[in-house]
Structure formats: structure tokens, C-alpha cells
């Protein structure tokens, strides 16, 4: 014999607050991942290519996937699903302290987003932002000012750019000629760093 257990409404309305809340969780993890790990030199690499094709500034027009404006440069420079606005970048970010800056991060200000190149100068007043800065211009890289109210901001899950091991040169020894006393060989000059993957 099969019991029937009736629902009541208070349950039914428990069951599907809880289901709205799990859909909701998953919609905003699905949309705040970015689409891959990247490194910062890739993101700098990334904007550059925008800078270098001299990609025009549009709001309505896309390239290769992204909105042609600041945040869809953002956007394709941190290697995102898809181009986010000044107002939603901050769902795959977060914010940090200026002193905490580093290539590869945004500078917000209101209603604009550009990626961070580094310092322009010691004090840390004035930047390179790599940018899409308004209609009827490209893609450029400048130096701006910081301005009081930007905000940094650093994409969640960014790889720093892998360290580089210095190699100490090697002072290989020199065979000399016994008839002559001149070096054979000259050595090749050995570099002082060199990346090791």
C-alpha cells in the first residue's frame, strides 16, 4: 500500500525558494568564471594586439567576439566568455589596493575601465593604460593620471608571469695556442638570465 504525504504550502514555498537560490548560485558562478587561467603577460600581450590593429572604437559593432568598447577590451584582454560593461566587470574581478597594482590588472573610474600597463612614474600618480577611449578613436596606450575615485581591480584567478632563474655566466676556460699564446676561440657571450619552462 503507498502513502500519499500531502505537501503544504509553507513546504512548496521552502522547496522552491531553495531551488531559486541554487539556480541563482550556479548562474553566478557559470558567469563569474573566466573562460581560461591567463597571465598577465598575456593580458598586456592581448591588449596590445588591439593598440597595434588600431581596433575603432564602437559600443554597438563587435571584433572577433568582443564589443569594440572600454569594457569589451577589458573583456578580451583578460580572455573572458564574453564582453562584460564598466557596471558588470566587477562580477569577475576584484578590487584591490592601488599599491597592489600590478600589469594586467583595470583601473575603473566611472563609466570607463582600462587595463593597467604599469607606473609612469616613481610617485605612482600617473599610469599606461592600454584602452578603448571614445568614439571616433582606436585602441591606444597612454599615460593618464590617477584620479581620486578610480578603483583597481584584478581579474579572479590571474596568473602572475612565470619567474625567470638568473644563470650566473660561466667563465668557460680559454685554450690558448702554444706556439702563438692567442686564444683558439673566442667563448660566445653566455646570457645572464634566461627562462627556464
Excluded at 133 to 155: D, E
Excluded at 171 to 176: D, G, H, K
Amino acid at each position: 500500500m503507498q502513502v500519499r504525504q500531502s505537501v503544504t504550502p509553507q513546504a512548496a514555498i521552502r522547496r522552491l525558494a531553495i531551488a531559486i537560490a541554487l539556480a541563482m548560485a550556479f548562474t553566478f558562478l557559470l558567469h563569474t568564471v573566466p573562460a581560461s587561467a591567463i597571465t598577465r603577460a598575456q593580458v598586456i600581450q592581448r591588449a596590445n594586439t588591439w593598440v597595434q590593429k588600431r581596433v575603432p572604437y564602437s559600443q554597438s559593432v563587435y571584433y572577433k567576439g568582443y564589443r569594440r568598447d572600454c569594457s569589451g577590451m577589458v573583456s578580451m584582454a583578460w580572455n573572458l566568455k564574453r564582453s562584460y560593461t564598466s557596471r558588470t566587470i566587477g562580477s569577475v574581478s576584484m578590487r584591490i589596493a592601488k599599491s597592489k597594482l600590478r600589469p594586467g590588472d583595470a583601473i575603473h573610474t566611472s563609466g570607463h575601465v582600462a587595463i593597467f600597463g604599469g607606473w609612469a612614474n616613481r610617485s605612482h600618480t600617473k599610469y599606461i593604460a592600454l584602452e578603448q577611449s571614445g568614439r571616433g578613436k582606436p585602441a591606444l596606450k597612454r599615460v593618464k593620471a590617477w584620479r581620486g575615485g578610480a578603483t583597481a581591480l584584478r581579474l579572479r584567478g590571474i596568473k602572475n608571469n612565470p619567474t625567470q632563474r638568473k644563470v650566473a655566466a660561466a667563465n668557460p676556460p680559454v685554450v690558448v695556442a702554444a706556439a702563438t699564446g692567442i686564444p683558439e676561440t673566442v667563448p660566445a657571450a653566455i646570457p645572464v638570465s634566461a627562462p627556464f619552462n
